[in-house]
């Protein structure tokens, strides 16, 4: 019988919980309920969800404790936080009425944005199987990702849903919950498609960081300071402006090894991969 370790499954677990708890927090809250103070606590639950995903993989790794049960586990622990928490969350907060073509609308994305995480995950552990013995290709996936991965997604979208029932939202930009409902259910498609996609997304084992240590050190604390009085003070904007700015990053160096051309050796790890 081959080992399961138990350090590793047990942060997985409790990332897993996190997730569920997300999920069933939003099914037992009542009509009427205070939505924005929900969508707090799962934004915070996500969150720790998504270090606990970087955690596992990391423990298991430094202590030589991967095993295909904690491959497994993992991928299912993600598909439930991430690829159906958010989902849940969409609906649970737009609650629309049912039976109306934007009721439809807002199911129609929240299922494609987890059947794309699924499917996401699925390439991603196919992919690393056949990876295996293959020296380029797994020095290929440390560099970026294929697809957006579906941690980054799920912050994305429950980002956007927390910043858009937000007070600042209902101050600076207020909208209708028709126009809520439209906006967040298309950026639950388009990243729903992201994740499917073969677009490059960098990886943060690819960050080689060539500056003096002391430089980086400062440079490190003042970024801290900013980003977590943003999160005591500005949680929703902080939250918003952190995991979209990842992706338009991605998006603006994918674009620009589009714009440079093949022959180009510009940004070459962001050429999209040619479809199987």
Sequence with gaps: MRKIYLIPNIITAFGLACGLFVIFKANVVEPGADIFHVLNISSLLLLVAAFA???DGFVARAFRAESE???VFDSLSDAVSFGVAPSVLLLKSLSLEPGTGLSFYAMLGAMLFSI???LR??????????????????????KHFTGLPIPAGAL???????????????????????????????LMILLGYFMVSRWKFPSSKALHLRVPSFQLVFCTVISAIFIFYGMLYFFPIMFAFITWSYLVLAWTLS????????????LE???PDQED
Excluded at 158 to 173: C, G, M
Excluded at 255 to 266: F, Q
């Design 156 to 186: 994305a979208a429950v980002a956007a849903n927390f910043l858009l029932f937000s007070p600042f939202a209902d101050r600076f930009f207020p909208m209708s919950l028709e126009t809520k409902a439209i906006v967040l259910t298309s």
């Design 53 to 55: 995903d970087l955690l």
């Design 69 to 71: 049960f904690g491959v």
């Design 255 to 266: 674009l620009i090894r589009l714009i440079a051309g093949k022959k180009s050796k510009t």
């Design 269 to 271: 790890d962001f050429e």
């Design 121 to 142: 995950l699925v390439r991603f552990n196919v992919k690393t199987s056949e990876a295996k013995g293959d020296a380029e290709a797994l020095a290929a996936q440390k």
């Design 116 to 118: 794309c995480g699924v």
